[in-house]
């Protein structure tokens, strides 16, 4: 493999042993959403990946947030985002959404393996799920370097979806705050006319709920790797 080229490695959730188990062995993956709840944890980059240039800096917000007395300027809420790829069961077929959502994942590998090629493909991310109802299908969580970045990745799932739709199984992806729960913690954030006054900064209604938030991004972190080739994937595509 050349030195350039990106490594898919998934730090699996517990809970996911079997869809694992299911994908060493190339085999079919049709146990039902609410069997695989938790979450595994994706990067896709090269081993000479920088990790404090891709990950968000977590300390420097909580630093920013206590030097503003607990306001949020408003930039620094539209630079952290993500994306959200919602797998839902669709029609009359078995198939897993969470095995679903790890096809996907493969055949993105597998055509965006180059990093010299595709500068701006590489991402880390979280795969799974927390609900018990299948009807909620299960969640990819895609974060990369920038938003530059995110554009041309979720560009390019748009494209790899609309090629080969996945028979039953529909797929869903919108953009989201890399925080899911800070909107919810800004006071006016939600309120138009608060937005439209021309105010830049955001009051954090609850700090310590929202220390809580940033504890549990460093808790995540811890979670994943970019250099153990133990969690190494072969990539391949399912599509």
Known sequence: MKQDNRRLMINWHDSHNDLRQHIENNDQYEI?????????????????VDVNTVLFDVNRLQKLV?????????EVISQHNKIVVTAYPNGEESLSPLFALYQLISSYANRFLD?????????????????NRPEKGRVLAIYSANDESLLDI??????????????GI?????????????????FGFDDSDYRHSGARHYRITDPNLFTVLLDQAKSDYKKYHFDDTSLQMRISSFY
Do not use: C
């Open 66 to 74: 206590v030097e503003n007395s607990y306001y949020l300027p408003h």
């Open 154 to 167: 979720y560009d390019s799932l748009v494209k790899l979806l609309n090629e080969t739709p996945l028979k």
């Open 32 to 48: 039902s959403a609410e069997d695989d709840r938790g979450w595994s944890y994706i990067t896709f980059f090269p081993k000479e």
């Open 170 to 186: 529909r797929f869903e992806l919108r953009f989201s705050n890399g925080l899911s729960a800070l909107p919810r913690m800004l």
């Open 115 to 131: 990093s010299q090629q595709y500068p701006s493909h590489g991402f880390y991310g979280k795969l799974g799920g927390i609900y």
